[in-house]
């Protein structure tokens, strides 16, 4: 357990990793126009406070990448191939699946899972190669 209190700035860099991930996941260069045409709000409803979002997601990130090193440190894995696996492993059992389900029921485009599905992928994935490395 003190493997997890000496990572922090594992945990921070995982979750700068993840947030730049973002960046370019949701840029027009990317999927960016695709995701805004999926999301698009017809009811007239604001958009999204930017500066809330941003905080948000720097301590969703924060939080996840401290989890992926608790997964790490638990199944005492180790390197860049094998943390990765570990972040594969952690979004089909935590996001793939009951995301799906989520889209499902609430009827929203396929794509759209596809992309915010995908962005988690990349993430975890790189997050756990990440701190696979460094622990």
């Known amino acids: 357990m003190s493997m997890l209190h000496s990572s922090h700035l594992a945990v921070l860099l995982s979750a700068i990793i993840q947030w730049f991930i973002g960046v370019i996941w949701y840029s027009p260069a ?10 698009d709000d017809r ?24 989890m ?11 390197g860049l191939k094998y943390g990765a696996f ?14 799906f389900a989520q889209y499902v029921y609430e009827r929203r485009p396929f794509k759209l899972y596809v992309i915010n599905a995908g962005y988690w992928l990349v993430a975890l994935m790189v997050s756990g190669a990440v701190l696979g490395r460094l622990r």
């Open 30 to 39: 990317l999927f960016g126009k695709a995701w805004h045409a999926a999301v």
């Open 68 to 78: 992926v090193l608790y997964f790490l440190s638990m199944t005492g894995v180790a």
């Open 43 to 66: 009811t007239g409803a604001k958009k999204t406070n930017e500066i809330a979002g941003t905080l948000a997601t720097g301590v969703g990130n924060m939080i996840v990448s401290f």
């Open 86 to 99: 570990i972040g594969f492993r952690l979004w089909l059992g935590f996001v793939a699946t009951p995301l």
